[in-house]
């Protein structure tokens, strides 16, 4: 088991290396001077000299590998900079917004997981009936519509014509308290849209998974017995299709990360996620770099994690 | 799989045939005529500064097209330039390209795709490169496997014992039987392209504003969609999902075809 952890955080510090290595490199060859950012309007009236000065103190003109190992050693050392989209220690930015983020994709995660396993054992014990194409059909045309387009139909069904829930942000726009049931209802639409939209290939899956189990011979054995239908598809057929689901849904992190970063810009719903957004339409790269690299941490986490359950659950791969 | 295949033919000749026959111009700012709902006139209404929906839809798609065109060419020839090289050089050139593969492909790629079009100033060829940047590595793994099973073939150990370099093997040899699994490749990589470019313009980072693209036509529509004017940005995401899913049914299909399991159980 330890094994396995330590092969896997040694494969990520140089995929982590390698992804700050690209972002500086990218930055370093990006049109956009970042001493013209800071000084905006300024930037007319300000001397060359000054200007000049600014470079000299943030290290700019020095050559880009120092450069890039200083701003490496200071990630390293928790020294994250200063986000000029949010005029805030970038640190800060980030303790404020990834608690909504976890709470909403966490939520998101559970909601997806139970409905996929219901609606996709429900599909391949009727398999073949009407209930199985409409559901095939459905996850299909779910995967082909893009996570955005989804949440803006559901903020035209339900905010706009049944007004039923509020279409976006953390709380009503008068409220100066974090009310919970304001929060809970305001999280409604964002957590059904990012897990409806992750669920697709998990219905897919959980129904071919359960139409292979169901063929096999311990569940003709626990049919034999007598034993009811409801037991036979959920307590033998559904526990043995779940084995390899968990390594694929480490895989999916991913595709999570990306539904997170979109719903969450359509609904204001203020997380790392749209922050992302906001940093890379102001060219804020302090911010966007650490909240990159945030994602390919998450990523690495989700695969160790699969990982680990997988070896958990099935006893047999543990040799 | 007829209705799938109907709809492609029918988006494909919209976008290729309405912009030179109609000669419509899609710009065509009319504030008289601004947000109506679908009517005959304007099928799929008009926006807020009064430009018909569907037209525009048309041009976005064609916009969107041929810049998810572009970038599936990107990532194909990268992917297959890499996998080529992997599956021919074995060893340990095999391994580290591998790895390479693997860690580009766990990244999220729209995250990817945000910091690279980030960095510069929005343009079609931003977008073309982040999608070709981050997408490159299932062509890779197909070429690999590909060429890896093609080495150990009659054909190629004859060309090889025969004394044929290395450059001729891969040229004369491997890249003809390649073509076809590259071409398949592109084409189910077309609207994941789509998809990628859709959603970089419509968080504001992808094509410029001034290009009606499907993205950015949302983007734009999503402001009056409170105000109940649901047509400009909800019409225009129906043209990304039905390629998508018409491409999809197509591919399940040709699958179900050439996997032997499906068809004996088709048969029982």
């Known amino acids: ?319 | 799989m007829r209705t799938a295949a109907f709809v492609l033919v029918a988006l494909g000749l919209a976008v290729l045939l309405v912009p030179p026959i109609f000669q419509l111009d899609q710009q065509l700012v009319d504030l008289r005529a601004a947000g109506l709902p679908p009517s005959p006139a304007h099928p799929l209404g008009t926006d807020e500064v009064g430009r018909d929906v569907l037209l525009r839809c048309v041009y976005g798609l064609r916009v969107s097209f041929l810049v998810g065109l572009v970038a599936a060419l990107v990532s194909m020839v990268i992917g297959g330039t890499l996998g080529l090289a992997a599956g021919s050089a074995g060893g340990l050139v095999d391994r580290l390209l591998m790895r390479v593969v693997d860690g580009f492909s766990s990244l999220p790629h729209l995250l990817l795709g945000i910091f690279i079009v980030a960095m510069f100033a929005p343009s079609p060829v931003a977008v073309v490169v982040s999608v070709g940047i981050t997408h490159w590595t299932s062509a890779a793994r197909i070429v690999r496997s590909e060429v890896l099973s093609l080495r150990g073939r009659p054909f190629v150990e004859a060309a090889i014992s025969g004394g044929a370099s290395r450059s001729r093997v891969i040229y004369r040899h491997l890249l003809p039987h390649l073509v076809p699994h590259l071409l398949l490749a592109m084409v189910l990589m077309v609207p994941h392209a789509i998809w990628h470019e859709t959603a970089l313009s419509f968080l504001g980072l992808g094509l410029p504003p001034h290009l009606a693209s499907l993205g950015n036509m949302i983007n734009d529509g999503q402001r009056s969609l409170l105000a109940g004017n649901w047509w400009s940005s909800l019409a225009p995401g129906l043209f990304i999902l039905a390629p998508t899913l018409a491409v999809s049914v197509l591919s399940q299909r040709w699958r179900d075809r050439l996997n032997p399991r499906m068809r004996s159980e088709l048969a029982l």
């Open chain 1, 1 to 319: 088991m330890l094994r396995i952890v330590l092969w896997r955080l040694a494969f990520a510090v140089p995929l982590l290396l390698a992804v700050t290595a690209a972002m500086f490199a990218l930055a370093a060859n990006s049109p956009f001077d970042p001493v013209r950012q800071y000084l905006g309007d300024r930037a007319m009236v300000t001397s060359p000299e000054v200007v000049a000065r600014i470079r000299a103190e943030w290290g700019l003109d020095r050559p880009l590998l120092e450069q890039y190992a200083t701003w490496l050693g200071n990630l390293s050392s928790g020294q994250l900079g200063e986000s000029h989209s949010f005029n805030r220690p970038v640190l800060d930015v980030i303790l404020e917004r990834l608690p909504w983020t976890l709470l909403a994709t966490g939520c998101a995660i559970v909601l997806m997981l139970a409905g996929s396993l219901v609606v996709g054992t429900l599909a391949a014990w009727r398999k073949g009936s009407a209930l199985d194409r409409i559901i095939t059909g459905g996850a299909l045309a779910n995967e082909s519509a893009p996570v955005f387009w989804l949440a803006l139909a559901a903020i035209y069904v339900f905010a706009v014509t049944l007004r039923w829930l509020p279409a976006g942000g953390l709380t009503d726009a008068g409220s100066t308290t974090l009310d919970p049931l304001d929060v809970a209802a305001h999280m409604v639409l964002p957590v059904t849209v990012l897990a409806i939209s992750q669920s697709s290939w998990l219905v897919l899956y959980v129904r071919e998974s359960v139409i292979a189990t169901l063929r096999e011979d311990f569940v003709l054995g626990a049919r034999s017995r007598g034993l009811r239908e409801r037991t036979v598809v959920v307590r033998h057929a559904l526990r043995a299709a779940l084995l390899p689901f968990l390594t694929l849904l480490g895989a999916r992190v991913p595709e999570l990360v990306t539904g997170a970063i979109l719903v969450e810009t359509v609904f204001s719903w203020p997380g790392v996620a749209s922050a992302t957004v906001q940093a890379a339409l102001s060219v804020d790269f302090p911010l966007l770099a650490v909240l990159t690299l945030l994602g390919t941490l998450a990523v690495v986490a989700g695969n160790l994690l699969a990982d680990l359950a997988y070896r958990i659950a099935d006893p047999r791969t543990a040799s």
